[in-house]
């Protein structure tokens, strides 16, 4: 009965090769995010999608793609990894902006690029 | 862009004593929300306790508690009773005005001594 999984927890690849990172979430959100921790553990908005519709484009490379099929899944493909893209990305979910009860967050996945 | 401030990059407490985290934070709005988020070593994020901003009462859950002074833009986490499990990074993060998006801050890392 996880509430936002994320798929997968880990990922190590070489720079270069193109990955995808997976989020669902079963709360019947309206908004779903992506969150970037760096290895000081500073968390940056990356995207938000709010039924399906990017309302949220923070300045992130175009080698990130972000894809919602419906609300509840919000899809990271990411191209031509480099070693700063190292992270843990956060997938979140939230009721939107007139109740913001605050975000659910999946349990992240750790990218690492070798 | 919106700043939030976590003064105290580390904290420790003893275990059953109390402490106090800070954090500052920018804003023009006059409605929008605060949240004071726990990441433990497991890398999960936690909601600890919400604030309205219009709300003048400060918000209490349990041992967690906010001291939230609106003209200071101050928004304070007093954990009571410390516990060992309290141990984890804490981030507070306001709702940028009449959006969903939380700005997270730095992150205080908060130690429990048995």
């Known amino acids: 009965d996880t509430a936002v999984s994320q798929t997968p927890k880990y990922l190590v690849t070489q720079m270069g090769n193109d990955k995808s990172i997976k989020c669902e979430q079963n709360l019947g959100h309206d908004t779903m995010y992506w969150y970037k921790q760096d290895s000081k553990k500073f968390l940056k908005i990356m995207f938000s999608y709010n039924n399906k519709e990017l309302i949220i484009n923070e300045t992130v490379p175009n080698r990130f793609s972000p894809k919602s099929p419906d609300k509840a899944h919000l899809n990271l493909h990411i191209n031509s990894l480099e070693l700063g893209d190292s992270a843990v990305y956060f997938c979140?979910?939230?009721?939107?902006?007139?109740?913001?009860?605050?975000?659910?967050f999946g349990s992240g996945t750790r990218l690492t690029v070798v | 862009a919106q700043t939030v401030t976590q003064s105290q990059p580390e904290m420790s407490v003893q275990e059953a004593e109390t402490v106090t985290l800070s954090c500052t934070y920018d804003?023009?709005?006059?409605?929008?929300?605060l949240f004071w988020y726990k990441q433990p070593p497991s890398r999960q994020m936690i909601l600890v306790i919400r604030?309205?901003?219009?709300?003048?009462q400060n918000a209490t859950e349990n041992r967690f508690s906010v001291n939230f002074q609106k003209a200071a833009k101050s928004f304070s986490l007093k954990i009571s009773d410390s516990q060992l499990g309290d141990a984890a990074m804490y981030f507070c993060a306001p709702s940028q005005g009449g959006s969903e998006k939380l700005v997270f801050g730095k992150g205080t890392k908060l130690t429990v001594n048995p």
């Open positions: 804003t023009s709005e006059s409605d929008y929300y």
């Open positions: 979140a979910s939230s009721q939107g902006k007139d109740r913001l009860d605050g975000y659910t």
């Open positions: 604030q309205e901003a219009y709300k003048q």
